[in-house]
């Protein structure tokens, strides 16, 4: 497999969104759709070159093209980089050895079928306020998403915000020791990772019950959601809220400064399917304000979907933008000097239809 015959793909996406792209999302995200042919959005790195050079490139204009050559390429790989990172049986296996193996965070098994396991101390104080700081200064820049106000698929009302772990932040130091720290604590490279996640609830706020494992990411190259493994950044005192609760599991958990939690998102014997006992909720916090981060380590390669642009992504608005603009073109013929031209570039159907696509 070569990795430039992906970028052609992405190459035919339609000039026109570019400066809107870049303007209103610093030319970050990209065009891509999963098995099932939903754009969805995700933050790619601001200096991500085949975010911004895919749209002015002028290959072609059908979304259907690009639809097509994106499961072509990032759904139907078959590289070792798709493979699943765990088998059958490997889920248990890790929870065993986190026990086994960790003592100094001294784990406390919750629940054992399915696992729920709290570590103490997996932070240390100045970690955890780099990573409060990093969350701050991710709300101050306006990079934060505040909380849905809608259910999301999953099912959880996120009143919170939202925000995510940047180049600057990632290259701390002391970033870098939680990475390693996590690498070694679920015997996984960071590849596998998604970016880090960080949470601000203040007071009034909460997440609905929800589940972590996202159905739609089981047909993308990288696939779900192996487990979550929540850092509380903070204390919380107990009377007021805050705390993380497993209803199957009949389990709160009340944040403190370095515990951490750890629970699956999919089965042991089929490591791709949703587990369902392990939904939860984060209670609404009364006073003060409540810091958490999640980390979800995939069960194929993050990063080389990433690298590929191959990652579960896009707004579905956006797609209804897309779809638009071709109701635009196709529909009425407003810009008429453009459309023919274009039309007398790419409009050839019999090309298609005598050739099939290849
Ligand atoms: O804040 C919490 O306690 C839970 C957060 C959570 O469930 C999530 O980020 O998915
Ligand atoms: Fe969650």
Redesign the pocket.
């Known amino acids: 497999l070569e990795t430039d015959s992906i970028t052609p793909a992405f190459k035919s996406l339609p000039d026109e969104l570019c400066p809107k792209w870049a303007r209103e999302m610093h030319c970050e995200p990209l065009f891509v759709a999963d098995k099932t042919l939903r754009f969805r959005d995700r933050r790619l790195s601001p200096d991500c070159p085949l975010g911004c050079q895919a749209c002015s490139m002028d290959v072609g204009d059908e979304i259907d093209d690009v639809i097509q050559e994106y499961v072509r390429h990032c759904v139907n790989l078959q590289v070792p980089e798709t493979e699943d990172v765990w088998k059958p049986g490997d889920l248990d296996a890790t929870y065993e050895r986190i026990l086994r193996e960790f003592p100094q965070y001294k784990p406390t098994v919750l629940s054992r079928d399915p696992w729920l396991v709290q570590l103490e101390d997996f932070i240390k104080p100045p970690e955890a306020m780099v990573m409060i700081k990093e969350t701050q200064l991710e709300v101050l820049s306006g990079a934060a998403e505040a909380g849905l106000e809608k259910a999301n698929d999953a099912g ?1 009302v ?1 009143h ?1 915000t ?1 925000a995510w772990c940047n180049e600057g932040c990632l290259r701390r130091p002391e970033m870098q020791s939680v990475i390693q720290r996590v690498e070694d604590l679920v015997n996984l490279p960071w590849k596998y990772a998604e970016p880090i ?1 960080f ?1 601000e ?1 203040e007071p009034g706020q909460k ?1 609905g019950r ?1 589940s ?1 494992h996202i159905p739609e990411e089981m047909e993308t190259m990288h696939g779900p959601r192996l487990f ?1 493994l ?1 850092l ?1 950044l903070n204390d919380i005192e107990e009377d007021l809220g ?3 609760c497993f209803p199957n599991l009949d389990v709160c ?1 009340q ?1 403190k400064l370095g515990r951490a939690v750890i629970w699956p998102n999919v089965l042991n014997d089929k490591p791709w399917a949703a587990e369902n006992r392990t939904w ?4 609404e916090i009364y006073k003060g304000f ?1 810091y ?1 981060s ?1 980390f979800w380590l995939h069960l194929r390669d993050y990063e080389h979907a990433e690298r590929l642009n191959c990652i579960y992504t896009m707004e579905d608005d956006i797609r209804e933008e897309l779809e638009e603009m071709e109701a635009e073109k196709y529909g009425d013929y407003d810009d008429d000097e453009e459309d023919e031209e274009e039309e007398e570039e790419y409009g050839d159907d019999e090309y298609y239809d005598d050739d099939g696509y290849e």
Do not use: F, M, R, V
């Open positions: 959880g996120c919170s939202q996640h949470i609830y997440y929800h972590d979550t929540l509380y805050g705390d993380t958990i944040p939860h909720e984060a209670n409540k958490a999640t």
